[in-house]
């Protein structure tokens, strides 16, 4: 199994980014995504999930309003748009895969596969 994150980069307070999570080696369609960070000297964050069907997603408080997850079944990705960037979004972004969508996001609980990180790096 492979989940590989793309589109990470350095972006001004303000702008836009939109990362992608390629998946393989897996019935995609069977598993919850989801987004998680990692900023410097910080512990990991759960940012956003999505169900298996894409028709309910769960987002942490911090980016409610400007993140947004969705998925593609047919091209076995996920992905999420920031917008409205901020500094304190400048972390690493990890995308994982879990069986369950009813488990503890919040403490990344659950689960089976993570990636290997894209770096988000927001200036002021």
């Known amino acids: 199994v492979q989940l590989v994150e793309s589109g990470g980069g350095l972006v001004q307070a303000g702008d836009s980014l939109r990362l992608s999570c390629a998946a393989s080696g897996l019935s995609f369609s069977n598993y919850a995504m989801g987004w998680f960070r990692q900023a410097p000297g910080k512990g990991r964050e759960f940012v956003a999930a999505?169900?298996?069907?894409?028709?309910?997603?769960y987002y942490a408080d911090s980016v409610e309003g400007r993140f947004t997850i969705s998925r593609d079944n047919a091209k076995n990705t996920v992905s999420l748009q920031m917008n409205s960037l901020q500094r304190g979004d400048t972390a690493v972004y990890y995308c994982?895969?879990?069986?369950?969508?009813?488990?503890?996001?919040?403490?990344?609980?659950?689960?089976?596969?993570w990636g290997k990180g894209t770096r988000v790096t927001v200036s002021s």
């Open positions: 999505i169900r298996w069907s894409g028709g309910s997603t």
């Open positions: 994982a895969a879990s069986l369950l969508y009813d488990t503890n996001w919040s403490r990344g609980e659950g689960m089976d596969y």
